[in-house]
């Protein structure tokens, strides 16, 4: 079967047919900043052969069909998407939320790894661990309070100090906009992400860039520490535009997993970890959330 599966957040959505591990993509939107948007953009030049559509969406979400909060996309806040879906598209509709489905198109992508964690380093910061092919419970790390201080970052939930905006990339680009404008290093138009001119400014070896870089790697290594101190996990497998720069273009893998070293009570829980990247399973952008998607949508209601 075909089945439509939607991805994003704050920064635009995209939509794709998905049968089986296949990706037909479709279109990307730019941002979407209300509910009747997202649905004229679902809805939008619809396959007749498609027979359900699956949501992938960042935030706390009851019963797979309505959004009780989404930091990144508050338009969304205390909506039915799944009830206004199918009116509009007279389709079976399940809303997912975005790691959820992450971590499930990544067990896919990934089907020997049978115990891991995924996650999410893009505009925000989203985890997931997964057990013999099933994601275990809910989470929201990303809101756990990472910076206690009272002038610590607004994040998109209203609390302070959330490793979301701590670790996350939509404070990143202005970080990398500032220090680049403070050394006279113009952002070159061709960039589209300031996050990706830091990565050419690291291996350029320019002092700001290796100076932001580093406090990126030791507040993920913290950040991982804790996680690594509750959970024991064996293996985390990144996605997202943050984790590519820093673990592929940047090649800062060891230096996180060194840092986390002098973190923990027992420095081989850094060292016996294991990192994959998603990115490198599927050419598709955000395969694992469209995949996961889909196969949520097909295990509920048994499609």
Known sequence: MKILSVDGGGRGFRKAVVENETITMLE?????????????????DMFSDVEAISFA?????????????????????GLDLAALTRVA?????????????????MS???????????????????????????????????????????????????????ADVVL?????????????????????????????????????????????SDKLVYDMARFLANLQSVLRFPVVVWKGGVAKGILLNQNRDRDIIL????????????DDLRFYHSSLAHKTKDADSLIGAAKILRQIYGM
């Open 28 to 44: 990307e939107s730019k941002i979407i900043t209300s509910s009747q948007g997202l649905i004229d953009f679902v809805a939008r």
């Open 57 to 77: 969406v960042a935030g706390d979400i009851e019963h797979h069909q309505r959004v009780v909060i989404s930091p990144n996309c508050r338009f969304l806040n």
């Open 89 to 105: 598209t007279d389709r079976q509709v399940l809303v997912c939320n975005d790691m959820e489905a992450a971590a499930t198109g």
């Open 108 to 162: 896919v992508l990934f089907p020997d790894l049978k115990h891991f964690m995924g996650i999410t380093w893009s505009s925000g910061i989203g985890m997931r661990i997964v057990m013999d092919g099933k994601v275990i419970g809910e989470s929201e790390a990303g809101h756990m309070q990472f910076d206690p201080a009272e002038n610590a970052p607004i994040c998109g939930c209203g609390r302070r100090g959330c």
């Open 168 to 212: 996350g990339g939509i404070r990143l680009q202005e970080t990398v906009r500032n220090a680049a404008n403070l050394h006279g290093d113009k952002i070159p138009e061709r960039y589209k992400w300031p996050s990706v001119f830091l990565d050419d400014c690291y291996n350029a070896g320019l002092p700001w860039a290796v100076e932001i």
């Open 259 to 270: 840092q986390m070293r002098g973190m923990l009570m027992n420095p081989a829980w850094a």
